[in-house]
């Protein structure tokens, strides 16, 4: 199945180049430079992956995650510049997948994109079709998350690959560095807050809940587990 990017992006010339570079790799693109037409533009789309600005005319890119995440659980990877003050924090909170400094060298666009599709569609190893655990109800197939509520839980596409590992090893710590492989597929450093970040994301989502955040659990000089109830 082919996948689809829809490229948010001002710069005309730059989001041709991008699409073409996309197009020869073989993916569907289409182009929105207005970001006020952005989220209309992922309606009519639906793209597989949003390819985003943050400096946009109209609403910015960062406004734009925001509200791409009360409908949208596709993948959003952020084009941002070196110089740009909105940090790595905000972006995760807002809803990104992950995020490109301009200028944007090519083959690192396609690898960060392959490898944020890859992940998506990953199946589950389980013969079922889902599994539960400490009252959630995972649907990797899916990649949905239930409540034994029946409440869903909206996740980024990086929230949903960390939960699902925990949830694959209720009871027993684990690493940051196996959450960034899940997460982002690189390892960590000890000055990246990206998985820490994310999981503090999950927590304020799990916090609304009947489960409550105190649900994953820090283990000091280990990583992060999920209780197993």
Do not use: W
Not at 16 to 43: H, N, P, R
Request: contains cysteine; proline residues 3%; glycine residues 6%.
């Amino acid at each position: 199945m082919t996948k689809s990017v829809l490229i948010v992006e001002d710069d005309t010339e730059m989001a041709d180049l991008t699409s073409m570079l996309l197009e020869s790799e073989g993916y569907q693109c289409a182009i929105c430079s207005d970001g006020d037409k952005a989220i209309d533009a992922v309606k009519n789309h639906i793209p597989s992956l949003v390819l985003l600005d943050l400096m946009l005319p109209g609403k910015t890119g960062l406004e734009i995650c925001k509200e791409l995440r009360a409908f949208y659980t596709g993948a959003i990877l952020v084009l941002t510049g070196k110089d740009n003050d909105i940090s790595e924090v905000a972006l995760l909170k807002a809803g990104a997948d992950d995020y490109v400094l301009k200028p944007m060298k090519p083959h690192v666009l396609i690898a960060r994109i392959e490898s944020i599709l890859r992940r998506m569609s990953q199946t589950s190893p389980s013969p079922t079709d889902h599994f539960s655990v400490s009252g959630l109800n995972i649907y990797p197939n899916k990649r949905t998350v239930k409540l034994d509520t029946g409440e869903l839980l909206n996740l980024t596409t990086a929230e949903f690959d960390i939960l699902l590992l925990l949830a694959q090893n209720a009871g027993s710590a684990v690493s940051r560095d196996e959450c960034s492989k899940a997460s982002r597929g690189i390892e960590s450093d000890a000055y990246d807050r990206a998985i820490d970040m994310r999981i503090s994301g999950l927590r304020k989502k799990l916090s609304n809940t009947s489960l409550g955040d105190t649900i994953i659990v820090t283990v000091r000089n280990k990583g992060y587990m999920l209780s197993k109830t």
